[in-house]
């Protein structure tokens, strides 16, 4: 698990509890189901009719990639394309091939194919950039859906709020029932605004991060067999690579030592 995702969540809610208990409050007054109604169905709703049912279904199937502990390893990468090197150094770039069936990530796998296929390398990277561009779409879309049901859920919590107090207009005679339908219509506020700034935004921003870590890891892999099919020395190579590792996590094992 991801700390700072599950901590975050864990975090924003406790926090808005603990002041609502402070302030004397309590869980029943903000446990509204018409006004969950209204919000998330609405927003639910609203991305249904700008995003296709695929993408919303794979956009929530994400979900679990954002709260699952970040897939790091590049000094395992690094390894894996510095052996690849020594390996078709030594007997050709031709003896990879009987290394495919244990690479388990598909884009490596392919460009190692299309590598020991006889590809030449300006045209094993345009086809593999190809790839890399369509799959890097493909998944911007996800947080995007996620950003747009940020956008949508405050209007729409407003929405609700108008419709209570307009219930409250016909009850103006019972000063009670007035008092207490306004505080069960703006329910519907802090459901839209909340959900918006706890879940869907901050949601799609560490999406957006995920990405741009998987982009840069098939690119880290792109630009090894590239090398590899080039002849470029191992330990060139491994220093190459280690251009794409972000300053502060090359420097972390040196620290800890």
């Known amino acids: ?123 094993l990277r345009n086809i593999m950039q190809v790839s890399l561009d369509s799959t890097t779409e493909s998944e911007e879309r996800l947080p995007a859906e996620f950003e747009s049901a940020g956008g949508f859920s405050p209007t729409i919590g407003i929405l609700g709020a108008v419709l209570g107090l307009i219930q409250v207009m016909q009850h103006l005679d019972n000063i009670q029932e007035v008092g207490r339908g306004i505080a069960v219509a703006f329910v519907a506020t802090i459901y ?30 792109l630009e090894g067999v590239i090398s590899i099919l080039e002849g470029m020395n191992p330990r060139m190579l491994e220093v190459k690579l280690s251009g794409f590792v972000d300053q502060a996590v090359r420097e972390k094992p040196e620290r800890a030592a």
């Open 1 to 123: 698990m991801d700390k700072a995702s599950v901590g975050g969540v864990f975090l924003a809610v406790a926090g808005i509890i603990a002041g609502l208990l402070i302030e004397g409050g309590n869980l029943g007054q903000i446990l509204q189901p018409t006004a969950a109604l209204i919000v998330f169905g609405g927003t639910m709703g609203a991305v249904l009719l700008q995003f296709p049912l695929t993408t919303v279904g794979a956009a929530f199937g994400s979900m679990a990639h954002v709260f699952a502990a970040p897939r790091k390893h590049h000094d395992q990468l690094i390894r894996l394309l510095v052996a690849f090197a020594n390996k078709a150094r030594r007997n050709g770039v031709v003896s990879l091939d009987a290394d495919l069936q244990t690479i388990q990530d598909p884009f490596l796998k392919q460009t190692i194919m299309l590598a020991v296929d006889g590809t030449e390398p300006s045209d």
């Open 192 to 221: 839209g605004v909340g959900i918006a700034n706890l879940f869907f935004l901050p949601l799609a921003g560490k999406m957006r991060i995920r990405i741009r870590d998987d982009y840069q890891r098939r690119e880290m892999m």
